[in-house]
Nanobody, 120 residues
Framework: VQLQASGGGLVQPGGSLRLSCAASGFTVDYYAIGWFRQAPGKEREGVSCISSSSTKYAESVKGRFTISRDNARNTVYLQMNSLKSEDTAVYYC????????????????WGQGTEVTVSS
């Protein structure tokens, strides 16, 4: 099982980025894929998650972020719009069997992070 996160970068407030999480060794449509982020000096927190039965969002990103899945590419995306400075963090994708769970510890496999910086 491997996850490869990409798509981070520097963007101005109000801008957009799309993160990708490419999976190998398993099929994304049978697993839950979560996006998490960790800002400097803060704990890792859940951002969004998609499973075969549901999608979940943290309150802080609802209405601005959209998670989606391309089964043909075995890839999960996180479209981030109306970005704010407080979205600055390293973003990670992770996977677990079954449904989404809010806890970081519930996820078994993690990709490397991709850094998002929102600044003017």
């Amino acid at each position: 099982v491997q996850l490869q996160a990409s798509g981070g970068g520097l963007v101005q407030p109000g801008g957009s980025l799309r993160l990708s999480c490419a999976a190998s060794g398993f099929t994304v449509d049978y697993y839950a894929i979560g996006w998490f982020r960790q800002a400097p000096g803060k704990e890792r927190e859940g951002v969004s998650c998609i499973s075969s039965s549901s999608t979940k969002y943290a309150e802080s990103v609802k209405g601005r972020f959209t998670i989606s899945r391309d089964n043909a590419r075995n890839t999960v995306y996180l479209q981030m719009n109306s970005l704010k400075s407080e979205d600055t963090a390293v973003y990670y994708c992770a996977t677990r069997r079954g449904n989404c769970r809010p806890s970081v510890n519930a996820f078994d496999y993690w990709g490397q992070g991709t850094e998002v910086t929102v600044s003017s």
